[in-house]
């Protein structure tokens, strides 16, 4: 009985399914507005796990050290994106996006950040 249990576990892992990451690339048209990079999961459960915002107006890396902004909730399936990020003490919001499906792997939204609103198209990259 034994050496079953090792062949079950060898078999369990050569069957995993692979966790494949991806990434979402989001822009505006407006003149110095801000550049997005999501890291996302695909897959049956698709999520967000990380954010990057870049711009004139200041950017962050989420997760990057103790006092950087982190994910609060996101949401990604075939008709919305949504992702909201915090200040690391939990204590407000830095930025808000918010999408809906325009067409095949690309998103229309719009991000707010630092008291502005901004239209967003967001696409997946390859």
């Known amino acids: 009985m034994k050496p079953a249990l090792p062949i079950a576990v060898a078999t369990m892992l050569w069957t ?3 966790f494949a990451t991806g ?3 989001c822009e505006t048209n407006v003149r110095d507005g801000p550049e997005i990079y999501l890291v996302v999961g695909r897959g049956a459960a ?3 796990t990380q954010m990057h915002l870049s711009g004139s107006a200041g950017g962050f890396t989420t997760g990057n050290g103790p006092t950087a902004p982190a994910i609060s909730q996101t949401w990604l399936d075939q008709q919305e994106l949504k992702v909201d990020v915090i ?3 939990a204590e407000f919001h830095v930025a808000r996006l918010i999408g809906r499906r325009a067409g095949e792997n690309r998103y229309r939204a719009t991000l707010r950040y630092r008291g502005r609103t901004f239209p967003m198209i967001c696409a997946f990259e390859d």
Request: aromatic share 0%.
């Open 23 to 25: 990434t979402i690339h």
């Open 46 to 48: 698709g999520s967000v």
């Open 87 to 89: 200040d690391h003490n």
């Open 16 to 18: 995993a399914p692979a």
